[in-house]
């Protein structure tokens, strides 16, 4: 939909909800990237060979197969293919800026679990292995431990076009049972662009996530905790994927 389009709707609304208050669509636009839910474009081979980013940003033609960065359409100069990304560290960095939620984030290490029975992966033996093996990243419980998702979906629904998009999101299981896996919690990390599934070439399309991951499992980021009233280092690490077995035989490449 375009911004223009979304303006009109928006007049519309005020039109008929007179005590509404409803920003132009600009401002809104605007304050969404003060919450850090703004999104970078990231151009990318129409052919999933590679990704127009950092060191290749300024590169016409995709350095694999020769095909041109932009689309045939002549009236306006655009990347025939986008990768949407929603940088990591802010969101992470957001779910310490409420205080409930900041408390809810050392969950898994503060409620003990008498009967021993398994409501949530810290349950488990995989959680407890790596707390033994990274006694360094666990001895903070407010550091992130994260999952990922990922599959192909059809848009346009009930309509006859053959079309994948897939989403990638991201799971923090610091949080409780009965909130970490709402999709209120979840987690929105990517939209890679169809028209065809990207396949093993997925990859590609990763690879800003997988840089921020690395960041934050070396250096971590400097995040204040709203609920203790102190600024810490973050870290993070990606536990788990969950997929069926097409999807992950296409996210193991």
């Known amino acids: ?29 605007k304050t969404i990237k003060k919450l850090g839910l703004d999104y970078t474009k990231i151009p990318a081979c129409p052919n999933n060979c590679m990704l127009f980013w950092e060191g290749d940003s300024e590169l016409e033609v995709c350095k694999h197969c020769g095909t041109s960065k932009w689309s045939s359409n002549k009236k306006k100069k655009q990347a025939a293919k986008v ?24 969950w898994h290490a503060s409620e003990s679990n008498p009967d021993g029975l398994m409501r ?10 790596f707390d033994q093996i990274h006694s360094g990243f666990s001895s903070d419980p407010r550091n992130v431990r994260l999952g990922i998702a990922t ?3 059809n848009p346009f629904g ?3 076009s053959t079309y994948s998009i897939w989403p990638v999101f991201l799971i923090p ?7 970490c896996m709402k999709h209120t919690s979840f987690i929105l990390s990517m939209i890679i662009p169809g028209k065809q599934t990207p396949g093993n070439n997925i990859d590609v399309y990763l690879q800003p996530l997988v840089k921020e991951l ?29 997929s069926n077995f097409p999807g992950l035989g296409i996210l193991s490449g």
């Open 1 to 29: 939909m375009t911004d223009k389009a979304m303006t009109m709707i928006l007049d519309l609304l005020r039109d008929a909800f007179e005590d509404a208050k409803l920003p132009p669509f600009y401002e809104a636009k």
């Open 83 to 106: 990768l949407r990304y929603f940088p990591l560290k802010p969101m992470l960095k957001r779910l310490f800026m409420c205080s409930k939620t900041a408390e809810h984030m050392r």
């Open 120 to 129: 949530h992966p810290r349950d488990g033996e995989a959680w407890k292995t």
């Open 151 to 153: 599959d192909g979906f």
């Open 158 to 160: 009930t309509m006859s």
């Open 173 to 179: 299981y610091n949080l409780p049972p009965w909130m």
């Open 214 to 242: 690395r960041e934050l499992w070396n250096d971590g980021v400097e995040t204040f905790d709203s609920s203790l009233n102190e600024t810490f280092r973050m870290h993070a690490v990606l536990m788990w994927t969950i």
